[in-house]
């Protein structure tokens, strides 16, 4: 009685780790509820014996199983010597515990079951009974249970021990954490730039430890509890199941990894046969691009062309290793797969947009890096042609980003592109009164041109007269500069702008701009003695102040 007890009490302890058996027991009887089957099953000592399927000889499988149950119980109880083993009748088997008939295996019973014959579920009935019938032994032996009880508290022991040796290792290695960090934090550096930030990353280590002291522990806590429930014949059934279910799971990640390693050999050998090929076209493209081999592929076009012969093969290559893939054949992948898709068809069309107005900016040559162009309200020297932005230099230094689809849905204006050699074109309108010769007006302009630093003499600045309006002729002075920088067009433009102004103060005519309406009674001019009013300064005084500070 006292062993009995004994067996009672670590039974109970034991009911968390069976819990799990319940519900996989729940889950089988309600398949096979679904399914309209009615089936039992045979369990002695907290052991499966027997799964009755079919209704032999009037007995349904219930009172098949409470028959066989009553009539082992009884053997058990005995003190005969009983032996177990299955003998055939007609088309069944039956299983015979020493003198007692215990129950019968029939052919309906191991429908839907995987066994090969009835022979071997018969024979798989009577092994499981011979164990119990051990087992019953074993829980009456007195010895046997100071043995289990004595491994079990030897296991506790160890267990304590270890899980306290975790917990002090996990201590330490927290202790002499940040200064392993820091120093090789130090060590690992990139120029004069470390390439991690100890302070960031303590606390992701620090939980990735947590985390492995956790699983660690876990581990510890299963294989104890898998022990102690094995040492003892009623719960050595739950112990069996906990070892068998963790064997089960580690050979299914095992078998899952050993299968995925063909997949994931044929998809590296997809990987480096794209690199091959891709780096072989990069190298195919070069020479290409050479002068008077194709008109479309030269030293501007080269690199986008580049980039998009890779992605189309590292798209083809994604395409062709994705079946080989872990779990690409999983649902789950599946339907991340759309939703990759689905976002990036929903998200990505402003993108598309951007990249193909890039590539018809490229491959039409309409910007090129270094030109001086006007887009819409915006002018500057161009500095980068992207795949998705134009970004262009203002005369004041302001660095705007455009957009490539408004380059393309807008006027665009080269300054650039048909001068000879480097440079830009530079203009300005000036509107004159009719009552000026229209001559003199061009002969001030090209004179104020060639005051000004930065235009060429060669193409000759030119003049032409673009409307005649109501009150005014307006006139266009066109010429090349150098260099194509932008703040010195700018600076240009302003000193081109002063010269106009001092020539035709120097020849007494009036710029009417922006509207003329009526004559006034004063010419509006300056005088070339107050050209220099304060509080502006001529070039010799400033020359002069200079030597005066020095």
């Known amino acids: 009685m006292r062993s009995r007890a004994l067996v009672w009490m670590v039974a109970g302890f034991a009911l968390l780790g069976s819990a799990w058996l319940w519900a996989a027991d729940s889950v089988a009887n309600g398949d096979a509820a679904e399914q309209g089957v009615a089936i039992a099953e045979l369990k002695v000592a907290n052991r499966s014996i027997m799964v009755f399927r079919a209704t032999l000889a009037g007995e349904t499988p219930e009172l098949r199983a409470r028959r066989a149950k009553a009539v082992i119980s009884e053997a058990l109880d005995g003190t005969e010597e009983l032996e177990v083993h299955a ?202 691009a050479m002068p008077g081999t194709l008109s479309w592929l030269n030293h501007e076009t080269l690199q986008p062309t580049t980039r998009l012969t890779s992605l189309a093969i590292w798209l083809f290559a994604l395409a062709m290793a994705y079946p080989y893939l872990p779990g690409a054949g999983t649902d789950a992948f599946k339907g991340l797969s759309v939703l990759i898709g689905l976002m990036i068809s929903l998200g990505a069309s402003s993108v598309v947009g951007q990249a193909a107005a890039g590539l018809i900016l490229t491959y039409t040559h309409t910007l090129r890096p270094g030109e001086f162009v006007r887009i819409g309200e915006y002018e500057g020297t161009v500095t980068e042609l992207g795949m998705f932005t134009t970004r262009i230099r203002t005369g004041l230094g302001e660095m705007l980003t455009i957009p490539n689809s408004m380059i393309t849905g807008t006027v665009t204006k080269n300054y650039s592109r048909t001068v000879k050699g480097p440079g830009y074109v530079v203009d300005t309108t000036v509107t004159i009164g009719y009552d000026t010769p229209w001559r003199q007006v061009e002969a001030m302009l090209l004179e104020a041109a060639r005051r000004t630093p930065g235009v060429l003499v060669d193409p000759a600045p030119q003049v032409f007269q673009t409307a005649l309006s109501d009150y005014y002729p307006e006139y266009r002075l066109v010429a090349q500069a150098i260099p194509s920088q932008p703040r010195p067009r700018a600076v240009l433009l302003s000193m081109l702008h002063a010269n106009i102004q001092d020539v035709f103060n120097e020849y007494g005519v009036q710029i009417m701009s922006p509207h003329y309406v009526f004559d006034p009674q004063h010419e509006k001019s300056v005088p070339k003695e107050q050209w220099y009013a304060a509080p502006a300064v001529q070039p010799a005084e400033v020359g002069e102040q200079r030597r005066d500070d020095s």
Not at 94 to 111: E, I, Q, T, W, Y
Not at 178 to 185: E, F, G, N, T
Not at 229 to 242: H, K, Q
């Open 87 to 288: 003998q055939p009748i007609q088309d069944s088997y039956m299983v015979l515990l020493g003198s007692h008939r215990a129950f019968f295996v029939s052919p309906k019973d191991v429908d839907g079951v995987e066994y090969a014959t009835l022979q071997q579920a018969a024979d798989g009935a009577a092994g499981k009974l011979r164990q119990v019938v051990a087992e019953t032994q074993e829980a009456r032996s007195l010895r046997f249970i100071l043995v289990a009880a004595a491994a079990v508290a030897a296991a506790t022991a160890l267990y304590a021990a270890l899980l306290w040796g975790v917990f002090y290792l996990r201590r330490k290695v927290l202790e002499r954490l940040p200064l392993v960090m820091q120093r090789h934090a130090r060590a690992l550096k990139v120029g004069q730039t470390e390439v991690f930030d100890a302070r960031n990353l303590y606390p992701l280590i620090n939980r990735l430890l947590w985390l492995l002291h956790w699983v660690v522990v876990l581990l510890l806590s299963y294989e104890w509890l898998s022990f102690v429930l094995s040492r003892f014949p009623y719960t050595r059934p739950w112990g069996e199941s906990l070892n068998s279910y963790l064997v089960d799971v580690a050979g299914y990640l095992v078998a899952g990894i050993v299968g995925a390693i063909p997949g994931l050999g044929v998809a590296v050998a997809i990987f480096f046969i794209a690199r091959g090929v891709s780096s072989f076209s990069r190298r195919i493209l070069k020479r290409m």
